[in-house]
């Protein structure tokens, strides 16, 4: 079935430092791939998606590239802020199927220190 | 992107009563689903609820566990029944477009709904 493999945190960064969080997907066709982003005592939010082989999603300084190669959508920020500090989660809607339910990775946490 | 509503935004119940939550949209969606978060935890689909058919269930959710209301397009209730401190999670509904203009099934969630049983 499909599956997400997000990178183990948590990731503790300083600020002004340059963030990659890895995510790797099996899945069947070609999925749409997405990042949302849970920030203390908040729901999910989208921070971005990518539809298709080399898509480049970004939002708020983030940005992931939809590698078919590698099976990948890293996401990346060049300077975090201590505002970023969340919980980010990689998920993949694969096509086909009546549902098309996302599924999840498990979640990095995101400290950024002042 | 839709607007997702939740009631309520969090609460403390008793082991063995039941606990209604509420989701309001602001547009008229097809499908909606209800999801668990445990402590800590990634997110876990229980049901996909469509409007005028009877919600689908995962694997290890069960509807007198968490039955399921979809009267309209843009709203939609969970119940959790019968409550453990197993329970105690935070609860969010989405909504998968795509609406006017937008190709890309792309779920959009509410706030949660923070559940804590003693």
């Known amino acids: 079935g499909d599956s997400v493999t997000q990178m183990e945190g948590p990731v503790t960064l300083s600020e002004e430092a340059f963030l990659t969080i890895n995510c790797t997907y099996t899945a069947t066709g070609y999925p749409s791939l997405f990042w949302y982003v849970q920030y203390p005592g908040e729901g999910l939010q989208l921070l971005l998606k990518a539809t298709k082989a080399d898509d480049k999603g970004s939002n708020k300084g983030f940005e992931a590239t939809y590698r078919k190669e590698t099976t990948s959508f890293h996401l990346e920020k060049g300077s975090v802020q201590v505002s970023d500090s969340a919980v980010y989660f990689c998920a993949l809607s694969a096509r086909g199927g009546s549902a098309r339910q996302l599924t999840f990775g498990s979640g990095t946490q995101l400290t950024v220190l002042p | 992107s839709a607007v997702i509503s939740q009631k309520p935004s969090r609460d403390i119940c008793q082991r063995g009563t039941s606990l209604t939550i509420q989701c309001q949209v602001d547009?008229?969606?097809?499908?909606m689903f209800w999801y668990r978060q445990q402590p800590g935890q990634s997110l876990t689909l229980i049901a996909t609820a469509n409007q005028g058919s009877e919600a689908t269930y995962e694997s290890g959710f069960v509807i007198d566990k968490f039955p399921i209301s979809r009267p309209n397009l843009t709203f939609s209730t969970l119940t959790v029944s019968n409550m453990s401190p197993e329970d105690s999670s935070i609860y969010l509904c989405s909504v998968r477009s795509p609406w006017t203009g937008e190709k890309t099934d792309t779920q959009y969630f509410g706030p949660g709904t923070r559940l804590t049983v003693l």
């Open positions: 547009s008229q969606v097809t499908m």
